[in-house]
């Protein structure tokens, strides 16, 4: 039976974790039904009784699949083949900080068994979630289950029919998550649609018909900033970073997808703090929609990463051949306009 899925609390702030970071490896071991091994913190240990992903501390020296190999048969008994890459998290706990290199095992022979008398789960992937696991896992989960790319609609133009089919072109191209905006003319509070860039839309008229075209190709919809208007159409809400500072609780139920645009630590705090389900961080790179506003890069990413345990998907200036070194550096995946709107 899965733990009280509440995920632990990242630490103490006021504690100052080490500045070298400890790197782990850690891999995702499938059977023949599909289900990831899980195995659980032994008691005495830090994180004791959380479940993780089998794996440990890269010794001096070692590669990180040399090392997965030998945790796996030291841990479980099993002979591993290391597979590809599936996300890289940078988290800071309060006595220490680490990355954890996750790894997916292409090939492995033996009986997997406790061999240090920890227990075992095999776990169908969607159930992951339902375990309670060390605050670093849950990036790994999202990795494992949920789209690497955010499409971040751009403002719909008076042909409203030309913006829809490219969203279907889109959706049909494989987009699975969509951020709803409406670049600015759509006030957050829905309160009114002013003019300026993309005035005389109907918005909450497109919202209907963008969010019945997500929902039929099986992609999450979320509409900005609106919680009315996401509730009418069964979409998630997507909130601004100005918004977070200012509610007290979740302001959907916790059904209902909830993310927040953010650019600080304490965004992300407040994010995790009213329960999103993942952040967007940036910007990562100066963009021609910003000019003269540098980006954070992947250290700052990856700084920005580790003190909190939501997914993130970076943004600013992405494309998909950016995928593999937002993953290498903690995050699920790009949200971008440009890059993945099939017109742009
Ligand atoms: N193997 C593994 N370790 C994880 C995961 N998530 C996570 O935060 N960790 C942390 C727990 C430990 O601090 C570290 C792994 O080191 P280890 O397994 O050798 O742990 P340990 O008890 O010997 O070390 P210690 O940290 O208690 O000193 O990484 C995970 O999914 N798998």
């Known amino acids: 039976m899965p733990d009280d899925p509440a995920p632990a609390a990242v630490g103490d702030p006021a504690v100052a974790p080490p500045a070298t970071a400890i790197e782990v490896v850690a891999g995702v071991i499938h059977d023949a039904r599909g289900r990831i091994l899980l195995t659980r913190r032994t008691e005495g240990r830090d994180l004791a009784g959380l479940w993780e992903f089998p794996g440990g501390k890269r010794e001096p020296g070692e590669t990180p699949e040399a090392a997965l190999a030998r945790e796996l048969h030291e841990e479980l008994g099993i002979e591993a083949e290391v597979g590809d890459p599936v996300i890289a998290v940078p988290q800071?706990?309060?006595?220490?900080?680490?990355?954890?290199?996750?790894?997916?095992?292409?090939?492995?022979?033996?009986?997997?068994r406790g061999r240090e008398g920890q227990a075992l789960a095999w776990v169908p992937p969607h159930k992951l979630a339902s375990y309670a696991m060390p605050p670093a896992d849950r990036p790994v989960v999202a990795a494992l289950g949920e789209?690497?790319?955010?499409?971040?609609?751009?403002a719909p133009e008076a042909d409203v029919g030309s913006w829809l089919e490219t969203l279907r072109q889109a959706l049909a191209g494989g987009i699975r998550r969509v951020h709803l905006r409406h670049g600015g003319a759509w006030r957050e509070t829905g309160a009114a649609v002013a003019g300026g860039q993309g005035g005389g839309v109907d918005w909450p008229g497109l919202v209907e018909q963008a969010a019945r075209l997500c929902r039929k190709a099986g992609a999450d919809v979320?509409?900005?900033g609106d919680a009315e208007l996401a509730r009418a159409h069964g979409a998630g809400l997507h909130l601004q970073a100005s918004q977070l500072h200012r509610l007290g609780s979740r302001p959907v139920g916790p059904e209902v997808l909830l993310a927040a645009s953010c650019h600080t630590a304490d965004d992300l705090k407040a994010a995790e703090a009213l329960g999103c389900d993942f952040a967007v961080v940036g910007n990562l790179r100066e963009t021609p929609s910003h000019p003269g506003r540098p980006g954070i890069g992947w250290d700052g990413f990856a700084h920005l990463r580790e003190q909190v345990a939501i997914p993130l998907y970076a943004i600013g200036g992405l494309g998909r051949a950016d995928l593999t070194e937002a993953r290498q550096h903690g995050a699920q995946g790009i949200a971008a306009i440009r890059s993945l709107w099939p017109d742009a």
């Not at 789209?147 to 751009?154: C, D, F, G, S």
């Open 92 to 112: 800071a706990y309060p006595h220490k900080r680490l990355r954890l290199d996750v790894r997916r095992i292409r090939e492995w022979h033996g009986t997997a």
């Open 222 to 224: 979320l509409v900005n």
């Open 147 to 154: 789209p690497a790319e955010y499409l971040v609609t751009p």
